[in-house]
């Protein structure tokens, strides 16, 4: 993943920076369903030890919950490209990086040498977590 977001950047002259603060908001809803499984699990186990061995746990279950946080994808890699020498680029607009993937992931489709460096769409959905119906 590095690697590929230190083409882009070399690519891009910088970290590409689009205006807007909804990026990869697709994490949040993936984490919060592995967590929201996970702590099923939990109380799953915890009622089936009590079903089974009632007198063990004395008839009660200390439900405990933490504060757990997601990063987002961008934040996580900056650390990363900014130690590798890059720095923000210029801000553009969402509907213009959106134009520039889809018209790259065009062109790969005919050639797909020619476009090693630059997002295509899925990549730029990645990142952005937007869809072209969320802009405002």
């Given at each position: 993943?590095?690697?590929?977001a230190?083409?882009?950047?070399?690519?891009?002259?910088?970290?590409?920076?689009?205006?807007?603060?909804?990026?990869?908001?697709?994490?949040?809803?993936?984490?919060?369903?592995?967590?929201a499984g996970?702590?099923?699990?939990i109380?799953?186990?915890?009622?089936?030890?009590?079903?089974?061995?009632?007198?063990?746990?004395?008839?009660?279950?200390?439900?405990?919950?933490?504060?757990?946080?997601?990063?987002?994808?961008?934040?996580?890699?900056?650390?990363?490209?900014?130690?590798?020498?890059?720095?923000?680029?210029?801000?553009?607009?969402?509907?213009?990086?959106?134009?520039?993937?889809?018209?790259?992931?065009?062109?790969?489709?005919?050639?797909?040498?020619?476009?090693?460096?630059?997002?295509?769409?899925?990549?730029?959905?990645?990142?952005?977590?937007?869809?072209?119906?969320?802009?405002?």
């Amino acid at each position: 993943m590095v690697s590929m977001a230190k083409k882009v950047c070399m690519a891009q002259g910088g970290i590409p920076n689009i205006n807007g603060d909804d990026r990869g908001n697709h994490q949040f809803v993936i984490h919060i369903k592995i967590y929201a499984g996970n702590m099923a699990a939990i109380m799953e186990r915890c009622l089936r030890c009590l079903i089974d061995e009632p007198e063990k746990y004395n008839n009660e279950v200390i439900f405990c919950v933490d504060r757990t946080t997601c990063t987002p994808f961008k934040d996580f890699i900056l650390p990363y490209m900014k130690a590798a020498g890059f720095k923000h680029c210029e801000a553009q607009s969402y509907l213009r990086s959106f134009i520039s993937a889809a018209y790259t992931s065009l062109l790969s489709k005919f050639d797909p040498g020619t476009c090693r460096d630059h997002l295509t769409l899925n990549a730029h959905r990645f990142l952005n977590g937007k869809t072209l119906s969320t802009v405002q």
